[in-house]
């Protein structure tokens, strides 16, 4: 079952990121549809999946979705910060194919999938064998794996975060690239932690608010942010039509 689990995700990681990005909604939607049939199947339960304190969890998840709106304010309207969220994968968007990602490739491309798959089926199937700490560490672990496609995406889009790697602003260079997605991997995995525990107290609802939340308006305080002044579009910008959605 984990191995089948783990090829599922797999396959969708790399069509969603390399293959057919712009199908993602679908790809993701029928992955979850998988996975669950296939958590059903071994005996695995609708609660064990993660789908309880429907409110709790919507409490819990809208008060931390505001908190995220708070950061990224604050981080937009600070000059220091300010260069972390240009990025180019956002800003190279039209404003119609910017809400396709915030409001139909988010939801459903980034955040159905992740948080089914890695809190609700990884996380259910690994705890009901392996007790909680197992399953949080190792659910943690791949998801932080799962983000090395994007991360790759995001050096290349962003160069202020290759900038903050090599001392820089420059478009970042393989090490710097490799670095980032290090740190992606890292910082992703810690995330998942949080988002576990998160799904401890509050089901699925209250992770995949936050993950909405953070990725979403992502999406809106980049174009908020803008391009540095004075500064053209990259001529290897990323094309916005074979483009992952951020995650």
């Not at 984990?2 to 969603?16: G, Y």
Request: proline share 5%; net charge positive.
């Amino acid at each position: 079952m984990l191995l089948r689990s783990i090829a599922v995700l797999t396959a969708a990681n790399v069509l969603n990121n390399r293959v057919a990005p712009r199908l993602a909604p679908l790809t993701s939607t029928v992955a979850t549809a998988a996975l669950v049939a296939m958590a059903r199947r071994s005996g695995v339960s609708w609660r064990e999946l993660g789908f309880e304190h429907g409110r709790k969890g919507a409490a819990i998840g809208g008060a931390l979705a505001a908190g995220v709106a708070v950061v990224y304010t604050v981080g937009v309207a600070l000059p220091l910060t300010r260069p972390l969220f240009q990025d180019e994968r956002a800003l190279s968007l039209s404003r119609e194919r910017a809400l396709e990602e915030a409001l139909v490739q988010v939801p459903l491309g980034t955040v159905l999938l992740e948080e089914v798959g890695f809190r609700g089926v990884l996380y259910g199937t690994l705890r009901r064998s392996h007790g909680t700490v197992a399953a949080t560490a190792l659910s943690s672990a791949l998801f932080g794996l799962w983000h090395i496609l994007p991360a790759m995406d995001m050096a290349r889009a962003n160069p202020a975060l290759g900038g903050l790697t090599s001392g820089s602003g420059e478009a970042p260079s393989q090490a710097d690239t490799a670095r980032v997605v290090a740190g992606s991997v890292a910082s992703t995995a810690v995330a998942g932690v949080l988002f576990c525990e998160l799904r401890r107290w509050g089901g699925l609802t209250a992770p995949a608010m936050l993950h909405l939340a953070t990725n979403s308006l992502g999406y809106l305080f980049a174009r908020i942010a803008g391009r540095p002044e004075n500064a053209a579009k990259p001529e290897n910008a990323i094309n916005p039509e074979n483009t992952a959605t951020p995650s």
